[in-house]
C-alpha cells in the first residue's frame, strides 16, 4: 500500500529555512508526480507545491513562489522541499501526497514560523 513519510519539519525563525523530505514507498514512485499541501488547524488544505514524474517541471501556489523549490530523487524515492524565507503564515502540517489530488498522503511534518 501506498507509504509517506514526511519530516524535517520543525520551529523556525521567520526569514530562515527548512528543507521537508517525504519517503514513498508501495508504488512506482518515479511514475507518480507528487504534491505537497499544508493545513492549519481549523483550516481546508492548502496546495503548496507540484513536481512531475520525471522531477523536470514544478509548480507552486503564488504565496510561496520565488521561496519554496520542489526536487526529487526517483533513486531514493525521495520528493523534497526547499523552504526559504520562511514567514510566520507558512506556519502549518506539511504534507507529501501521491498526485492526483492529496487523499493519499502521509502523517505530515509540523513547521513553526515565530521568533
Known amino acids: 500500500q501506498v507509504q509517506l513519510v514526511e519530516s524535517g519539519g520543525g520551529l523556525v525563525q521567520p526569514g530562515g529555512s527548512l528543507i521537508l523530505s517525504c519517503a514513498a514507498s508501495g508504488f512506482t514512485f518515479s511514475t507518480f508526480s507528487m504534491n505537497w499541501v499544508r493545513q492549519v488547524p481549523g483550516k481546508e488544505l492548502e496546495w503548496v507545491s507540484a513536481?512531475?514524474?520525471?522531477?523536470?517541471?514544478?509548480a507552486y501556489a503564488d504565496s510561496v513562489k520565488d521561496r519554496f523549490s520542489c526536487s526529487r530523487d526517483n533513486a531514493k524515492n525521495m520528493v523534497y522541499l526547499q523552504m526559504n524565507d520562511l514567514k510566520p503564515e507558512d506556519t502549518a502540517v506539511y504534507y507529501c501526497a501521491k498526485a492526483p489530488g492529496w487523499n493519499q498522503r502521509g502523517q505530515g511534518t509540523q513547521v513553526t514560523v515565530s521568533s
Open positions: 513536481i512531475d514524474s520525471a522531477g523536470k517541471n514544478a
